[in-house]
């Protein structure tokens, strides 16, 4: 079977224009120089495809009318860039908000493309821009399988926390593949874990609001409460056995005579 790669796509079905030509549309984009971009995307369509195009016009000085150039010329908004993510992921990356809510409301999914390794848009709102995390929930991005209760409980984000349990993220899961969101760990394991590993005790004692599983195991067999030991946060460690002798400690009554 013949190897698929974005990149090789865009060279081998769309052949693109002179490199002088693509270098000038890249510093137009860049720049938000919309009449020079438009231009140029005219006497070169192809240009449309051009992943650096793209990416320059949305991480550079210009916004909606920059994107808007590419966008009328029939590029498509759900393109993958491969590791670089997606339009979408860009915008939301390069704290484009405007351009990002533009891209949704003209049909952009918010459960496609990935940053990195397997790291989908709502992960890379928690990661890096946490103020877009709603309006990715609005536009029906799903919470499994993203990491994003995970980040945001490495991260001590009670407030994203409490808006995705909220929204109905699992207090209990593993995600299904791993994912990197650049937070110094990337281990397959439950949010609780993750709220040990980033210190934050704020973070375990919201998730024990929840009707958690402590009994639940990382990679290294070991549970939120061992983590912790290992750590040696002292405050999660107490806590969590706390919890756990208490709820081990509540019995069913027995039935009358």
């Known amino acids: 079977m013949k190897d ?13 224009p002179p490199q002088p030509i693509v270098d000038a549309a890249v510093d137009a984009a860049r720049g938000g120089q919309v009449e020079d971009l438009a231009s140029l995307v005219k006497d070169y369509p192809n240009l449309k495809y051009s992943i650096y ?3 320059a016009a949305i991480s550079g000085k210009g916004g909606i009318t920059t994107y808007q150039v590419l966008i009328d010329s029939g ?6 860039y491969g590791y670089g993510g997606s339009p979408l992921i860009n915008a939301i990356y390069h704290n484009k908000f405007p351009l990002a809510r533009h891209l949704l409301s003209l049909g952009a999914n918010p459960n496609i493309n990935n940053l990195g390794i397997y790291l989908v848009p709502l992960g890379v709102a928690t990661s890096f821009r946490p103020g877009f995390v709603v309006d990715l929930l609005d ?50 394991c439950p949010p609780m ?12 004692t919201l998730l024990l609001q929840y009707p958690v599983r402590l009994d639940m195991a990382d990679e ?9 030991n290992e750590r040696g946060f002292e405050a999660a460690e107490d806590v969590l056995r706390k919890h756990e002798s208490i709820k081990h400690a509540v019995k069913p009554s027995k039935p009358g005579i």
Not at 146 to 153: F, V
Not at 168 to 181: L, S, W
Not at 220 to 228: F, I, M, P, S, W
């Open 220 to 228: 290294d067999g070991l549970t939120a409460a061992e983590r912790a």
């Open 139 to 188: 536009a029906g991005a799903d919470i499994q399988n993203t990491g994003a209760l995970h980040i945001a409980a490495i991260k001590g984000n009670l407030e994203i926390m409490q808006l995705l349990l909220d929204r109905g993220a699992d207090v209990n899961e593993v995600t299904k593949y791993p994912f990197y969101a650049m937070v110094g760990f990337h281990g397959r």
């Open 75 to 80: 590029c498509n908004i759900n393109i993958s």
């Open 53 to 55: 195009v793209n990416r």
């Open 4 to 16: 698929f790669s974005t990149l090789n796509y865009f060279t081998e079905y769309h052949p693109p």
């Open 193 to 204: 874990h993750w709220a040990v590993q980033g210190g934050h005790i704020e973070a375990v």
